[in-house]
C-alpha cells in the first residue's frame, strides 16, 4: 500500500470531522438568537457606514503589513488616514440618527487611530502600536457585539 502523506491541519481536520460524526448523539446546532441592537438606516446610510468599516479593515491591514515591516511612517500614515479627519464624512443626519453609545465608540476609535499616528511618528515602537491597535480592534468586536445593521426591508423582496 503507497503512504499518503497529508499536511498537519488536513489531518487534524479529518480527525475532528470523523469524530463528530462517530458521536451517536450529536444535534445540530439550533441557530442563536441575535440580540444586537438594529440600526435602521435607509439603503444609502447602510451603505455609507458599511464603507466606513471596509475603510477601517483595509486600514488594520496596511497597518499590520507596516508593524510587520517595522516601517513606522507608514503605520502613521495608515492610522492619520483612519483618524478624526476620516470621521468628517459622515453626515450629520446619519450622524444624529446613531445611538449615542455608538457615536462615542466610533468617535473613540478615530481619536485611537489619531495617537496611533503620533505615537508611530514619535515613539517609533512597534510593541506601543501593536499595544495600540489591540485596544481599538477590542472597541470594533465590542460594537459588533452590540449593534447590527439589516438591509432595509423593500431591498430584501418585500
Known amino acids: 500500500m503507497k503512504a499518503v502523506h497529508l499536511p498537519l491541519a488536513a489531518l487534524l481536520t479529518l480527525n ?25 438606516l435607509t439603503a444609502a446610510e447602510r451603505a455609507l457606514l458599511l464603507e466606513e468599516m471596509h475603510l477601517f479593515l483595509d486600514g488594520v491591514q ?12 507608514a ?20 450622524r444624529a440618527k ?9 468617535f473613540s ?21 501593536l499595544n495600540q491597535l489591540s485596544t481599538t480592534l477590542q472597541k470594533c468586536a465590542a460594537c459588533h457585539a452590540t449593534y447590527q445593521i439589516q438591509a432595509p426591508l423593500h431591498s430584501l423582496g418585500r
Not at 496596511?62 to 511612517?73: E, F
Not at 476620516?86 to 446619519?94: C, D, E, N
Not at 446613531?98 to 466610533?106: A, C, I, K, S
Open 62 to 73: 496596511k497597518i499590520t503589513g507596516a508593524l510587520g515591516r517595522q516601517d513606522m511612517p
Open 98 to 106: 446613531l445611538p449615542q453609545e455608538f457615536r462615542q465608540l466610533g
Open 109 to 129: 476609535v478615530h481619536s485611537d487611530f489619531d495617537q496611533m499616528a503620533l505615537d508611530a511618528d514619535n515613539l517609533q515602537d512597534v510593541s506601543v502600536s
Open 16 to 40: 475532528l470531522t470523523l469524530a463528530h460524526a462517530q458521536e451517536p448523539h450529536a444535534q445540530p446546532h439550533a441557530p442563536v438568537a441575535d440580540n444586537r441592537a438594529v440600526l435602521a
Open 75 to 94: 503605520v502613521a500614515d495608515a492610522a492619520r488616514g483612519l483618524g478624526q479627519k476620516a470621521a468628517h464624512g459622515v453626515p450629520a443626519a446619519l
